[in-house]
């Protein structure tokens, strides 16, 4: 990919772009900056948008900084949040990031990536420390954040730990000695205290890579917390209907920030899709089969694809379902998701369930209520792909 593709293809703002357009052309290895807090124990389709900017300055020959935020996910960022996101303990925050290291490696070269924990210097400064770069900022520069005076405006209570979650992350750019920090433009505020602090210590300022935030499965900013996300560590065919199931106004979006097809067959298809002589359908398999080759290699996606096409267009069953062993008797809905895998947790099985997604022996059932009696040759499915048999 060239420089100006790089500086503008899913790109929101640059920070100061003069300057790095002109750092990228001397061709200068840069230390590029990336932090990631583990909330929750998967990366989404919407945190891998940057992790692929990452990879594209990595083949420029460009020093990766991938920094795990475990003393930060637990202090826990408010940027995107219209409530206070609740501290979380370091039991779950260690939980959470088991994998994070081997997600992030389907992406960028983990041979060529410096990681990080942020505790190594965070759990490390004092009140002294912190006094010093808490005197660099104003309180009313934090309140001025649009999601901060709406909480404000509402009543809404704001904790003064929420205050220094930007001093943090801004003092991640000083320890790894950041010269360009990427994120989305949620981040906006976070990634300037960046530069704000690495001035205060006598360090160049860094320059700042944004980009867009995407849309989930339901046409929402993609969360976590909403149920509406592709990992990467979902199976081929779970990534691949998830892919399918997405809004058709947000299929040429997925294109530019998920994949890297060509920049001109993404326009030809953007024209395709503005008139009426294609299915919309067609062209978001060639966007399932190019998401899912990245994480799953060619022979699954074609795989995914074959299976895809034979369940939603001749309506067959899938052949060799995953079989389960469940013990005879009733059970709840909820925990027989659980109990075949079907779900993840118990809001994912809820959610699944109110959806209407879920049925039993081919019956949709929308009760969470329901007991389900258990037997043999029983077919449970959840979602477009999910389908398990009870041995």
């Known amino acids: 990919m060239n420089i100006d593709e790089l500086l503008t293809r899913g ?140 909480r404000l405006d509402n009543g809404k209570r704001v904790s003064l730990r929420e205050v220094l979650y930007p001093l943090m992350q801004g003092y991640d750019s000083v320890a790894v000695r950041a010269d360009l920090e990427l994120g989305g433009t949620d981040q906006r505020f976070n990634l300037l205290s960046g530069r704000t602090l690495q001035t205060h210590y006598n360090q160049s300022p860094q320059d700042i890579l944004m980009v867009n935030l995407i849309p989930g499965t339901d046409g929402r900013k993609m969360s976590s917390s909403w149920g509406n996300t592709i990992d990467l560590d979902d199976s081929a065919d779970n990534m691949f209907g998830k ?63 074959e299976k895809f096409v034979s369940v939603f267009s001749k309506k067959e069953m899938p052949q060799d379902l995953p079989e389960v062993e469940i013990p005879y008797g009733k059970i709840n809905l909820t925990e027989l998701l659980l109990k075949t895998g079907a779900a993840r947790s118990n809001s994912e099985a809820r959610r699944l369930i109110g959806q209407g997604a879920v049925k039993i022996d081919g019956e949709k059932n929308t009760d969470l209520r329901a007991e389900i009696e258990i037997k043999s040759g029983l077919i449970v499915q959840a979602g477009k792909l999910r389908y398990y048999k009870v041995k």
């Not at 990766?64 to 979380?88: H, N, Q, W, Y």
């Not at 420390?129 to 005076?149: L, M």
């Not at 890297?260 to 966007?287: S, T």
């Open 11 to 150: 790109v929101a703002e640059i920070i100061n772009k003069d300057n790095l357009q002109k750092q990228l052309a001397t061709g200068k290895p840069l230390r590029i900056k990336l932090g990631i807090d583990p909330t929750s124990p998967n990366i989404h389709l919407g945190r891998a948008v940057v992790l692929l900017k990452m990879r594209d300055l990595q083949e420029l020959g460009h020093t990766m900084v991938l920094i795990v935020g475990d003393f930060t996910g637990i202090i826990g960022d408010t940027s995107d949040k219209d409530a206070e996101r609740p501290m979380l303990s370091e039991e779950i925050v260690r939980e959470n990031m088991k994998n994070y290291i081997r997600q992030a490696g389907k992406i960028l070269d983990l041979d060529k990536t410096e990681i990080h924990y942020n505790s190594e210097w965070l759990s490390k400064l004092g009140y002294n420390e912190i006094g010093e770069q808490a005197d660099q900022f104003s309180v009313a520069d934090f309140i001025a954040r649009e999601n901060i005076k709406k």
């Open 243 to 305: 892919i399918m199931s997405i809004p058709d106004d947000i299929i040429v979006t997925y294109f530019i920030h998920c994949t890297r097809v060509p920049m001109a067959e993404i326009e030809n298809y953007e024209k395709q899709l503005q008139g009426d002589e294609i299915n919309p359908r067609d062209i978001k398999l060639k966007l399932a089969r190019a998401i899912t080759e990245i994480y799953h290699g060619g022979k699954s996606a074609t795989e995914a694809e």
